[in-house]
């Protein structure tokens, strides 16, 4: 894999050990609720950060924290948020799975996402031309009608919409061979929506060949589905891991290491340092308080 860029080694490995702390943070018994790590999947938004502008919306899921990591590089934040602390995003309303702030929305109702993403999108082309609107989906949600009514009505509109798919070949608990027929490509394409599949993690290669195909959304409105097939290493939730144990479990930052094991030792360690430094400051945060209005 090319050598990447600091800042972006920075940022995924920042993404990397957040996921974990929090991990580690519900086997302590620190946090309530639930919480769905992108492990393995951290590349994803972090190609994509600088391919986005201010102006755009993005819209995540479930299984958002690398998303909006690689927005607002905010992890105390989003820590207090999932905590329940000061200096929350929501004021700990939203939790882990959903978050407002400025152009960003996530929610964990699959499916959901994409229809108003498409709404907002109708909204950008008649008043803000250029800017797009960026939803992530994972491939189980195409099993909600939702999906496929939000890419009819942005390709008949052509609505400046781009459809993130992170395929991990896993719907919470179920392989994704044993409940989708099809293909994501072939679901696309009979709506005459473009599709481009990204097979590798190297973000060198992953930015050169979507910048051309999202500049294209941009200033010739049209939805575009761009499906990267990742993997994920966690569980589906922060312990609820069902998949056996031959199911493949491709790790891009093993490859990395390997191939720049002097970068990767120096920026983990000021990431390990960086993120056990912010639990514990946020940890000694006072709890929200919610008084009657």
């Known amino acids: ?5 600091d800042d972006d080694l920075a940022l995924l490995l920042l993404i990397r050990f957040f996921e974990r702390k929090l991990l580690t943070l519900f086997e302590r018994g620190e946090l309530n609720g639930t919480t769905h790590t992108c492990l393995g999947q951290e590349y994803v938004p972090v190609s994509l950060r600088t391919l986005l502008r201010e102006s755009d919306w993005v819209f995540s ?77 994972g491939d189980g949600t195409w099993g909600e009608g939702a999906v496929y009514e939000a890419l009819n009505l942005a390709q008949l509109w052509r609505l400046p919409l781009l459809v993130v798919v992170e395929h991990n070949g896993i719907a919470q608990s179920t392989a994704t061979a044993l409940q989708m027929a099809g293909t994501v490509e072939g679901r696309a394409r009979a709506f005459d929506v473009e599709h481009r599949r990204v097979d590798v993690a190297d973000i060198s290669v992953i930015r050169p060949q979507l910048a051309p195909l999202i500049e294209q959304v941009r200033e010739e409105p049209r939805p575009l589905v761009v499906e990267f097939a990742t993997h994920r290493l966690g569980p589906h939730s922060k312990g609820d891991d069902t998949r056996p144990p031959d199911f493949p479990r491709v790790d891009w930052y093993a490859a990395y290491q ?36």
């Open 258 to 293: 390997a191939a720049h094991p002097e970068q990767c030792a120096r920026i983990e360690a000021e990431a390990r340092t960086r993120v056990d430094r912010i639990a514990a400051e946020v940890a000694a945060r006072p709890p929200v308080v919610w008084t009657a209005a």
């Open 61 to 137: 899921n479930h299984r958002g924290h690398g998303h909006y990591l690689a927005r607002f590089e905010d992890p105390e934040g989003l820590l207090a948020e999932i905590m329940g602390r000061k200096g929350a995003i929501c004021d700990g309303v939203g939790g882990s799975q959903h978050l407002k702030r400025d152009r960003y929305l996530s929610t964990g109702v699959q499916g959901q996402s994409l229809s108003v993403a498409a709404g907002v999108a109708l909204r950008l082309k008649r008043h803000e031309p250029g800017a797009l609107a960026c939803v992530y989906i």
């Open 1 to 5: 894999m090319d050598r990447l860029s």
